[in-house]
């Protein structure tokens, strides 16, 4: 069937609801190539009735595999390395020194798209090398991604020795890792800090609990600006006065105004809550938390998702 320009608008405009990719007609291609075997795979005679299909109420497995096929898993420990260095130099010593002298020993972080796993097992390196003591600590790191197969790999732990060589300094592989069959399991003291959660970042935010950290890299280039300065200030409803938040190395959150801090540190940028310009009333003065009221989200099928971390042990 050969589509025409309105039926890749259609196409994509649904594709932008259901997960936020935003996608113009420069990228027709992509229904080829991404949607043509899922098209094929379930017997259907054009990408149009995969997505009249999916629309449907009963259509939630056709969603999910949508979803799987347009989503990108581009990922590696230590991804352009220089965040992790102003985190573990800059930004969680000066985390530790403050909840140190507040004897507060919890740290709270979220890997936001998290994809197979490696972003999340590489904050657990930087945390287990800043941190000696960590068992009198309760760290919990929620790492969460839209895409089910690719979590189902990150709980795992296991990569192969060719996703070891992305990015992993050497002296972790032996320290953090051990040979099992199919290649190498991340080590238990770093894996049972994090618990594996699907989520679609369009659905509104339902956590239990504030994020001294959060990492949202190399996700929000894929939503329109609208989208994105949506997310952002819902994440900065769930930072603590201190929080700290990266950004993908070709992102920035100019688009937010002047809500968010930028500081440098390592050659990266990341980003804190700017105290002296948010609206007066965001500010409970009682306790470190930003108190506007959260934004809507998009339009879109994902559900709203609670979280209960698990207990530390």
Same mark, same amino acid.
């Given at each position: 069937?050969?589509?025409?320009?309105?039926?890749?608008? %259609?196409?994509? /405009?649904?594709?932008?609801?259901?997960? =936020?990719?935003?996608? #113009?007609?420069?990228?027709?291609?992509?229904?080829?190539?991404?949607? =043509?075997? $899922? @098209?094929?795979?379930?017997?259907?005679?054009?990408?149009?009735?995969?997505?009249?299909?999916?629309?449907?109420?009963?259509?939630?497995?056709?969603?999910?595999?949508?979803?799987?096929?347009?989503?990108?898993?581009?990922?590696?420990?230590?991804? /352009?390395?220089?965040?992790?260095?102003?985190?573990?130099?800059?930004?969680?010593?000066?985390?530790?020194?403050?909840?140190?002298?507040?004897?507060?020993?919890?740290?709270?972080?979220?890997?936001?798209?998290?994809?197979?796993? *490696?972003?999340?097992?590489?904050? =657990?390196? @930087?945390?287990?090398?800043?941190?000696?003591?960590?068992?009198?600590? /309760?760290?919990?790191?929620?790492?969460? #991604?839209?895409?089910?197969?690719? $979590?189902?790999?990150?709980?795992?732990?296991?990569?192969?020795?060719?996703?070891?060589?992305?990015?992993?300094?050497?002296?972790?592989?032996?320290?953090? %890792?051990?040979?099992?069959?199919?290649? %190498?399991?991340?080590? #238990?003291?770093?894996?049972?800090?994090?618990?594996?959660?699907?989520?679609?970042?369009?659905?509104?935010?339902?956590?239990?609990?504030?994020?001294?950290?959060?990492?949202?890299?190399?996700?929000?280039?894929?939503?329109?600006?609208?989208?994105?300065?949506?997310?952002?200030?819902?994440?900065?409803?769930?930072?603590?006065?201190?929080?700290?938040?990266?950004?993908?190395? &070709?992102? &920035?959150?100019?688009?937010?105004?002047?809500? %968010?801090?930028?500081?440098?540190?390592?050659?990266?940028?990341?980003? *804190?809550?700017?105290?002296?310009?948010?609206?007066?009333?965001?500010?409970?003065?009682?306790?470190?938390?930003?108190?506007?009221?959260?934004?809507?989200?998009?339009?879109? *099928?994902?559900?709203?998702?609670?979280?209960? $971390?698990?207990?530390?042990?």
């Amino acid at each position: 069937m050969q589509l025409t320009p309105t039926n890749v608008e %259609f196409i994509f /405009d649904y594709i932008e609801d259901l997960c =936020g990719i935003a996608l #113009d007609d420069t990228k027709g291609y992509l229904i080829e190539a991404r949607l =043509g075997p $899922l @098209v094929k795979q379930l017997a259907f005679k054009s990408p149009m009735e995969l997505i009249e299909k999916a629309k449907q109420p009963s259509g939630e497995a056709i969603r999910k595999a949508l979803v799987e096929a347009m989503t990108t898993r581009e990922t590696f420990f230590f991804r /352009d390395s220089s965040p992790f260095e102003a985190l573990q130099f800059k930004a969680l010593p000066e985390m530790l020194d403050g909840k140190l002298k507040e004897n507060k020993r919890k740290l709270r972080v979220w890997s936001a798209a998290a994809s197979t796993g *490696q972003e999340a097992c590489s904050i =657990g390196i @930087v945390i287990c090398e800043m941190i000696p003591d960590m068992h009198n600590w /309760d760290i919990q790191i929620l790492a969460t #991604d839209i895409s089910e197969d690719a $979590l189902a790999k990150a709980r795992t732990g296991i990569y192969t020795k060719m996703e070891m060589e992305r990015g992993l300094p050497k002296q972790y592989v032996s320290k953090y %890792f051990s040979p099992v069959s199919g290649g %190498f399991k991340i080590t #238990d003291s770093i894996h049972r800090l994090i618990r594996f959660q699907q989520l679609n970042l369009l659905a509104p935010f339902q956590f239990p609990n504030l994020f001294d950290i959060i990492f949202c890299r190399n996700v929000a280039i894929y939503f329109e600006k609208k989208v994105k300065i949506d997310l952002f200030r819902r994440m900065l409803n769930l930072m603590p006065l201190n929080g700290t938040l990266f950004v993908g190395a &070709s992102e &920035s959150l100019f688009d937010c105004g002047t809500e %968010f801090r930028p500081m440098q540190h390592c050659k990266s940028t990341f980003y *804190q809550p700017n105290l002296l310009t948010l609206p007066p009333g965001t500010i409970n003065t009682t306790s470190p938390t930003l108190m506007r009221p959260l934004t809507s989200a998009p339009p879109s *099928q994902a559900p709203s998702t609670s979280f209960s $971390l698990r207990p530390v042990k």
